[in-house]
């Protein structure tokens, strides 16, 4: 089965700092890849998508990047963060052979401040 | 484009009680369908999924859901809930054929208060 890792668990950085939230999955190989974002009181909102390393799809365009540097490691990035980007981000992993089912890691709350 | 639409953002229930939690979507075929829960602070956990054959399917946690492909919905729904099963509900399409991205479409989720 699998296992997603997210770090950090809880974040509070300065308004303009840059961010790096890390997501490395277990139990699985060339998996798809998500970024989501909560805000709060809301549902979720897909970031990014990877299909595999280096291959990043975004959904929302927004001063965030990510990137796959390892088959199973899947980075949030910003160069300089504002206050909207506070929320509570998801990393998931489809399930193979599972008709789209996919797992989701912990998460990380990330309060700008 | 698919959509999923839940259209109770809280919902309060009193310990015991049946529940049932609406979801409907939009897509041109018969999708994925999926059933999450969420607790505080945590992540996403399955419950169930519909993706072919009996309408009606059994979850973790006593939960079940039926798909009615004529109303385009696939309700939630539990016969006695427990105080534990307060928490976030997200009811979520896929389509069969999205390709290699195989997304999620999120409904923007009901928030389940229950009383003892």
């Known amino acids: 089965s699998q296992t997603i890792h997210q770090w950090p668990a809880t974040l509070v950085q300065p308004v303009g700092s840059p961010l790096s939230l890390e997501c490395t999955v277990e139990?699985?190989?060339?998996?798809?890849l998500y970024w989501y974002r909560q805000a709060a009181g809301r549902g979720l909102q897909l970031l990014f998508y990877s299909i595999g390393i280096d291959q990043i799809s975004s959904e929302v365009p927004q001063n965030l990047s990510a990137s796959r540097p390892q088959d199973r490691q899947f980075i949030l990035s910003s160069k300089k963060l504002l206050l909207s980007d506070s929320g509570f981000y998801l990393c998931?992993?489809?399930?193979?052979?599972?008709?789209?089912?996919?797992?989701f890691g912990p998460g990380t709350r990330l309060t700008v401040l | 484009a698919q959509s999923v639409t839940q259209p109770d953002i809280h919902i309060t229930v009193s310990e015991g009680a049946s529940l049932e939690l609406r979801c409907n979507y939009s897509?041109?075929?018969?999708?994925?369908l999926f059933w999450y829960v969420q607790s505080p602070g945590q992540g996403l956990q399955l419950l169930l999924k519909y993706f072919s054959g009996d309408t009606l399917v059994q979850g973790i946690k006593g939960f079940e859901a039926e798909f009615k492909r004529s109303q385009s919905s696939f309700n939630l729904r539990k016969p006695s809930v427990h105080w534990s099963d307060a928490a976030e509900y997200f009811c979520a399409v896929g389509s069969p054929s999205s390709g290699s991205a195989r997304q999620l479409t999120f409904g923007s989720g009901t928030q389940l208060t229950v009383l003892p």
């Open positions: 998931a992993s489809l399930v193979r052979g599972r008709a789209g089912e996919q797992f």
């Open positions: 897509y041109g075929a018969t999708p994925y």
């Open positions: 139990g699985t190989s060339n998996p798809n």
